[in-house]
């Protein structure tokens, strides 16, 4: 990606929590990120993170009740999607902005051929006439590697293999070249070799329209292979915010670190994986400090009582975490065994 790429998305201090009878869930507590024309932004974590959650707050289908979106700012070419109307959204979704959700079998209509289903967004969007809108419906399974549209174009979601119906959901997302494009886990429940054809397919349509992407998932080896920046999340908070290649060669932040050191290694022996202890916080009763600090090797009693900031510690990298401020030095060693994750 250019430098100088166009800003097509800046997400400022976004919060979408859920008001339930347990109590509120923090879901998304604050997060910011900026996404530029021709470049592919990684969202990264654990389920239940708020990775999901920030792609529909994007396009405004969190439902409400019980989800609300209260806070911050969700800015396309400086415009803030918050303040728009549902009428104004649904121009938006599918034309400007498109998703591809995480699993095609629940989101294509059972009982509509594959084909009216990406026409439909051609009349919606482009208000083509049928006609036309199937021809085109066709030349978009064609562009995304399906084999003999025009017969697949007639069949139901049910008919078509797992890796088929994804690559229907891609063929819809691309259907009216949007700016942004969602992936919301595009390869969850396929083979790896079919895995790596949707992520290929995926890197040249976006060469070909020069679109954003944001790919959401829990696999760091998609994000290797495919983004140029990274929001590593955790528990609705980002806690590092770099370049690819800066998170794989120096990751900084301790969740980060044993993200990367519970994935197997081809070129060391080892026994067994390594885990991080412990487990995800409640959305309801999140700790008072630092989210991480109950599983962190290295938390002192800061860490437990005050959430830090997120800070640049390059030009690269922003990091939430009390060991790059000045803070950390002044505070005594908390008698904290180590999880397993070696700091880097």
């Not at 095609?104 to 809108?133: D, W």
């Not at 915010?241 to 932040?253: G, I, S």
């Not at 640049?312 to 950390?328: A, D, K, L």
Request: charged share 25%; net charge negative.
């Amino acid at each position: 990606m250019a430098k100088t790429a166009e800003k097509i998305l800046d997400v400022r201090n976004l919060q979408t929590h859920f008001f339930t009878d347990e109590g509120v869930s923090r879901a998304v507590d604050g997060i910011s990120f900026t996404l530029h024309k021709g470049e592919t932004l990684g969202l990264v974590g654990e389920s239940g993170c708020g990775k999901s959650i920030t792609s529909l707050s994007i396009l405004r289908l969190i439902a409400s009740p019980p989800g609300k979106i209260v806070g911050g700012e969700i800015l396309f070419k400086g415009t803030d999607l918050v303040k728009k109307s549902e009428e104004e959204m649904r121009a938006i979704r599918g034309n400007q902005i498109s998703m591809i959700f995480q699993e095609p079998m629940t989101s294509l209509n059972p009982v509509y051929s594959v084909g009216e289903q990406i026409a439909e967004v051609f009349r919606l969007h482009q208000k083509l006439g049928k006609k036309e809108a199937w021809d085109k419906a066709v030349d978009m399974l064609r562009l995304v590697g399906i084999p003999s549209p025009e017969k697949r174009a007639k069949q139901e979601p049910h008919e078509l293999s797992g890796g088929m119906r994804q690559r229907v959901m891609i063929a819809m997302a691309m259907a009216c070249t949007p700016e942004i494009l969602i992936a919301d886990e595009p390869t969850t429940a396929l083979d790896v070799t079919i895995q790596a054809q949707i992520l290929e397919l995926m890197k040249k349509l976006q060469r070909e329209l020069g679109m954003g992407v944001i790919m959401i998932t829990h696999d760091l080896g998609v994000v290797s292979e495919t983004c140029d920046r990274v929001a590593v999340m955790y528990a609705g908070k980002v806690v590092e915010y770099t370049t690819a290649e800066e998170l794989f060669d120096n990751p900084k932040h301790p969740y980060t670190v044993g993200l990367l050191n519970s994935l197997p290694r081809l070129d060391e022996d080892q026994d067994e994986l390594v885990a991080i202890k412990g487990s995800v916080p409640s959305p309801y009763n999140m700790p008072q400090g630092c989210r991480f600090a109950p599983r962190c090797p290295h938390a002192r009693s800061i860490c437990q009582t005050t959430l830090p900031e997120l800070v640049h510690v390059n030009v690269n990298s922003q990091i939430r975490c009390w060991i790059y401020t000045p803070e950390w030095d002044k505070q005594p060693e908390a008698n904290v065994k180590s999880g397993g994750a070696t700091y880097v």
